[in-house]
């Protein structure tokens, strides 16, 4: 897996979309592009007339094209718009979507963005400080930029959006948080025999 | 084992120095081979030049055994074994003084070392008058793994062969018989190897000595090139102001110079003949190991090759003070504006007295985050008053900051755990921020502004995310660099009829040529895009030979010290809408800008 597309965070669903549509021609910049276009459309027109059922299905054609890139090995010449493209776009629809459907959740909405993007910056960071990114379940779990989307309208269909938010950005913060600290804890015992024999010394001492 | 005893990567008790700042010479338990073979203008070795009580050399011992260097091999010609051995024993570091009769044994010699020492290896010229500090950044910086000191490229007063970096990269290097293109550097020579990359330096110094025990042609030319460069140069440099035409270069081997100038060209070839250290540069370089610049900044550098020489350095050397230009060179040489002209001023001094407190990087980008949480608490309050003390606050957790990164770079304590936490905090205090701005616009100001606050923090970690995979595509472009073998002099296959640069053009024959590219009669789409694309590249680079032009476009992009002034000032003044409006508006610009610029970039290529 490319640095590029751990920076996707692309969930199962996305893998499996990305897996299923490797015969597709079309390059992981134009097909991210196109989704972006088709959900950028939808989210403009989604004034009030337009029903939350019918938004989501439009999603969904958004997460089928983007997605159907993410097993590509991202080396394209501009292959570098897609994770940007991917932030805007999940980032902007939660924001759309709160709007539409329960716009005073939209404090809650601003504290599941900040789960989120802690969780993006912590990628892009522990990959340039620990040389791994975080482990593959861990982008599992948190369900993927197109899952997070899809599970946001489900929510919004079943009128608990408010409800999800809170609870999204509690479970997924909390997920984020603990892993990123276990990680740090394991990467400062694993490099301590490697740099230094007299920590033994000191327990010694110490006993 | 006694601390002082560990091999790789120790990390001894930081040691107080006269000026109180830590030192950490993680470098603890390094071996060094010092090459002494260079002679100097009288006949001796250039290392064995005295100076103050002691040689050059002796004074460079002292200063790696205070960087932590343990155990060194002194490489040096037989006649002047005993003028090294009497000059060695003085430092603390075991050395084994060893004569080898010319380079081909020298390069076997390194080979042999490399085998033996344990731990990080520092190849070394033995003839170097430069400042203890100079060293530390190669030697006891941990980011450091494997790489080599560098200097402006008219360090060493052309007494350094060139090299040319990218992204802290070495990509070529120069030696006697190499040279290369584009050079933006000098090799002062010093290679810090470290123990992932002792086989490939065994490999290379085997490889060369094969070489040059039977030199390539291509070698020999390139010597030839360099020293009638070197007659051009004092040539020009006898004409004084009267600047004649250059005569052509079959010409220059043959200008007539005075007796000065001729020893001096004389001395210069044969120190670069012996110059294995710049030759092993090379060797590394070209069998693709990572080699990190550490940048000589603003110390002094000299070889010098006369007693008359040493005398001068020590004069330049002491006009310089060593503390003040580790502390200024602490600052990061490129930053926004507003970070380098109303905070770095006066935070190195406030980072200079966290080092005599022994404060440690780590809690003051802690402390930080903390008066970035206080400052957040204030905005949330809704009032003026809180709005106001808000944006000190928010000034001042910037500032220390700022004050963390030159403390780390100042007293050379670099964690990764440090640079994540420095990096994270960052962000968490600017969106901590929004969130405390949107509460407080909803207390005191009546106004719901939580979908631009939302819209803001999307925007920027968008922003962010475009830096983060565009340099991820520009260091792919650095890893493939394909190297040249080491037979050849140029550093690249030259293309056919068209030279990199002009003084390539002779060099054509050497290197395999490439198919002729087919002549097409009208410029494709593809063509004319890219065409467009390097004109609008060359307007915006004429923006960087001036220096408005310059911060102009480091401006444009709203780094953190504009961002977080941007929210002071307007949040103080005006309220939060109006902070997040600005926000929005000068960060869309900016996403539009590098964008624009970004693509253009990617299309002249």
């Not at chain 1, 089928?64 to 718009?81: K, M, N």
Request: hydrophobic share 50%; charged share 20%.
């Amino acid at each position: 897996m490319t640095a590029m597309q751990v920076y996707r965070d692309d969930g199962p669903l996305g893998a499996l979309i990305g897996r299923a549509s490797r015969g597709v021609g079309m390059g992981e910049t134009t097909l991210a592009l196109v989704g972006a276009l088709v959900l950028g459309i939808a989210a403009a027109l989604a004034l009030d007339p337009l029903p939350l059922g019918a938004l989501t299905a439009l999603v969904a054609v958004a997460v089928l094209i983007v997605a159907a890139g993410s097993q590509r090995p991202h080396t394209g010449r501009v292959a570098w718009l897609v994770p940007p493209l991917l932030r805007g776009l999940e980032y902007g629809f939660l924001i759309r979507l709160t709007v539409l459907a329960d716009r005073d959740a939209m404090p809650l909405c601003f504290a599941l963005l900040c789960v989120l993007a802690f969780h993006h910056y912590d990628t892009v960071y522990r990959l340039r400080h620990q040389r791994v990114p975080p482990p593959a379940w861990l982008r599992a779990a948190g369900g993927g930029w197109e899952g997070r989307m899809l599970a946001a309208c489900v929510l919004a269909l079943a009128g608990v959006l408010g409800p999800g938010l809170l609870v999204a950005a509690l479970a997924l913060g909390a997920l984020f948080v603990t892993e990123t600290v276990v990680s740090w804890v394991r990467f400062a015992r694993a490099e301590r025999p490697a740099a230094l024999g007299d920590d033994e010394d000191d327990e010694v001492q110490d006993a | 084992m006694p601390r002082s005893e560990s091999l790789t990567g120790a990390r001894p008790r930081p040691a107080r120095t006269a000026h109180g700042r830590s030192r950490r010479p993680v470098a603890a338990g390094a071996a060094g081979l010092i090459v002494a073979t260079a002679p100097a203008a009288d006949g001796g070795a250039a290392a064995a030049l005295p100076l103050e009580g002691t040689t050059v050399l002796g004074q460079l011992l002292d200063q790696l055994h205070t960087l932590g260097l343990r155990t060194a091999w002194v490489l040096t010609r037989p006649q002047w074994r005993e003028a090294i051995d009497a000059v060695v024993h003085t430092s603390g570091i075991d050395v084994r003084v060893l004569a080898s009769e010319d380079l081909v044994e020298d390069l076997r010699v390194a080979a042999d070392v490399a085998g033996e020492a344990p731990g990080t290896l520092l190849v070394a010229r033995g003839d170097v008058v430069t400042h203890r500090e100079a060293l530390a950044g190669l030697l006891a910086d941990p980011r450091v793994v494997s790489g080599v000191l560098v200097g402006p490229s008219s360090a060493g007063a052309g007494w350094c062969f060139r090299a040319r970096g990218a992204r802290r990269r070495v990509v070529s290097a120069g030696s006697p018989f190499h040279r290369v293109r584009n050079s933006n550097f000098s090799f002062l020579g010093f290679l810090k190897v470290d123990r992932r990359d002792r086989e490939a330096l065994i490999a290379a110094a085997r490889r060369l000595a094969e070489l040059a025990a039977d030199r390539p042609e291509t070698w020999e030319d390139e010597l030839e090139r360099k020293s009638a460069e070197w007659r051009l140069e004092r040539w020009r440099a006898a004409q004084g102001d009267d600047r004649p035409e250059p005569p052509e270069p079959a010409e220059w081997p043959r200008l007539p110079l005075d007796a000065e100038a001729e020893a001096y060209v004389a001395l210069r070839r044969r120190v670069a003949a012996e110059d294995a250290v710049s030759l092993l540069l090379v060797g590394l370089v070209r069998s693709d190991v990572d080699l990190a610049m550490s940048r000589l900044r603003e110390f002094y550098y000299a070889r010098p090759s006369s007693e008359a020489d040493v005398r001068r350095s020590l004069d330049e050397m002491s006009a310089i003070d060593e503390d003040k230009v580790a502390l200024d060179s602490a600052v990061k040489a490129v930053d926004g504006f507003f970070t380098t002209y109303f905070v770095s001023p006066y935070s190195r001094y406030i980072a200079r007295f966290c080092a005599r407190h022994g404060w440690t990087p780590n809690q003051m980008t802690t402390v930080s985050m903390a008066i970035g949480a206080v400052a957040a608490l204030a905005f949330a309050w809704g009032t003026r008053a809180g709005m106001v003390a808000g944006a000190v606050l928010l000034q001042a957790a910037f500032t220390i900051d700022c004050v963390d990164g030159q403390l780390a770079r100042y007293t050379r304590t670099f964690s990764k755990l440090g640079a994540w936490l420095d990096s994270v905090f960052d962000r968490g205090k600017e969106y901590l921020v929004f969130a405390g701005l949107a509460i407080g616009a909803t207390r005191g100001f009546g106004q719901d502004v939580w979908v631009l606050a939302a819209a803001a923090l999307a925007l920027q970690t968008a922003r962010h995310t475009l830096d983060f995979t565009f340099a991820l595509g520009q260091r792919g472009m650095v890893d493939a660099t394909t190297h040249m073998p080491l037979e050849h002099a140029a550093d690249a296959p030259v293309r056919a009829g068209v030279p990199a640069d002009p003084e390539d053009a002779e060099a054509g024959e050497e290197a395999p040529l490439p198919p002729a590219p087919a002549r097409i009669a009208r410029p494709t789409l593809k063509q004319r895009i890219v065409r467009m694309a390097r004109v609008v590249l060359r307007l915006l680079g004429r923006l960087d030979r001036s220096r408005s032009g310059r911060w102009a476009k480091r401006i444009i992009v709203l780094p953190i010290g504009e961002r977080f002034a941007l929210i002071s000032i307007t949040a103080a003044l005006f309220s939060p809408r109006v902070t997040f409006i600005a926000l929005l508006a000068w960060g869309g610009f900016a996403a539009f800008y590098s964008l624009t610029a970004r693509l253009v970039r990617t299309a002249a290529r």
